[in-house]
């Protein structure tokens, strides 16, 4: 028995799976290329993610602003760095996942969900520091400056507050590093909605499962690296309806009249290395009809008709009385071939006076 689904009752819809992925540098060592070190490889990547000139077509990964490409994507002479397979990524590697631990130096590193590779304690590019204005300034990746006043500062514990125009926040100041002009602190700098960009160690490109480390990376030989694979998966939803006195047939030939008009022969074709061609016979159906009573093949005393569930349905409200079960659904293409087959994890009644639905889900 066979039921056309109409396409209303047929969705689909797609989701993002993720799994977690623990690599070291046994599996995968950090690679180190420069203009007179693995030339070849160090001038693809360049050409490829660090191409100043790119636009909307030509650039590759992720970027917050693409106008920015030029210091998002900082060149450096030599470059480290690390590829995985795509059987370690899936699709793409999940943005804002990645925790990348350099063991040699006991520093660690995230991602910024558009690529830049962050050290998890904060370093800004520090243009200047004047206690007696009490000013900080502060200048982005893009070249930014952004002017901090100091409104309170702790020279024993760092404790600091600073402040632009009217919002502060406070912070810890960590390190400041006069000579190669830069800032640590112990959280992020943000006042008054301030975006200060921090700095920058390489990138991760994250749909070709590429770590390039560039500016003052300078990360050793042994690391641990987590992150999160990306796998698309495509649900397909079908509802099922089985309406009033729909499928409520017997499929036993012994409560069914079949009518025979023959039979003829069919020539099959033949098929390399499966079977030859040759002649089947085919039995022709005329018609198939229930039969009005039924009898037991053990007891011939036991009898009954089709009627019989209508007749007594009021005494027996479960209908016992020649209702089916329903116990695997199967789905059919438009030329006839199953392509998912759904088991029910118990049998369903098929009352002939009821309307059933059932939504079978798979994906693909």
Do not use: C
Request: proline fraction near 3%; charge should be negative.
């Amino acid at each position: 028995m066979l039921k056309t689904i109409p396409k209303s009752n047929i969705t689909k819809r797609s989701f993002s799976v993720y799994k977690e992925f623990t690599v070291d540098n046994g599996a995968y060592p950090i690679e180190s290329a420069s203009i007179s070190n693995n030339k070849s490889k160090y001038k693809s990547i360049l050409s490829k993610y660090y191409n100043a000139d790119a636009n909307v077509f030509t650039f590759y990964g992720r970027t917050s602003n693409i106008a920015n490409l030029g210091s998002e994507r900082t060149r450096a002479n030599t470059i480290q760095i690390i590829s995985l397979p795509q059987e370690k990524y899936g699709e793409q590697i999940k943005p804002n996942s990645i925790e990348f631990t350099d063991l040699d130096n006991s520093v660690s590193f995230v991602d910024d969900g558009n690529s830049l590779l962050t050290s998890t304690t904060p370093l800004y590019t520090l243009v200047s520091l004047d206690f007696h204005a009490a000013e900080l300034v502060i200048e982005d990746n893009d070249g930014e400056t952004f002017t901090l006043t100091i409104d309170d500062l702790d020279l024993d514990t760092g404790a600091t507050i600073l402040s632009f125009g009217a919002d502060s926040d406070s912070i810890i100041f960590g390190v400041v590093d006069f000579e190669n002009g830069t800032l640590t602190t112990t959280t992020d700098i943000e006042v008054g909605g301030l975006s200060i960009d921090k700095v920058a160690y390489g990138n991760v490109f994250y749909s070709d499962g590429l770590f390039v480390f560039t500016q003052n990376a300078g990360i050793g030989n042994n690391y641990l690296l987590k992150y999160k694979s990306t796998k698309t998966i495509h649900e397909t939803e079908v509802l099922v309806s089985v309406n009033e006195g729909q499928f409520n047939y017997s499929q036993n030939p012994s409560a069914v009249d079949v009518v025979l008009s023959g039979s003829y022969d069919f020539t099959t074709t033949a098929v390399n290395n499966a079977f030859p061609a040759g002649t089947k016979k085919i039995r022709e159906v005329r018609d198939i009809t229930r039969k009005s009573t039924y009898e037991s093949t053990v007891n011939a005393a036991v009898s009954g008709s089709w009627d019989d569930y209508f007749d007594s349905s009021s005494v027996d409200p479960t209908g016992s009385y020649l209702a089916p079960y329903i116990t695997t659904i199967g789905l059919y293409d438009k030329d006839n071939n199953m392509v998912a087959v759904a088991k029910l994890p118990k049998p369903i009644k098929n009352l002939p006076d009821y309307d059933v639905n059932f939504i079978v889900r798979f994906d693909t």
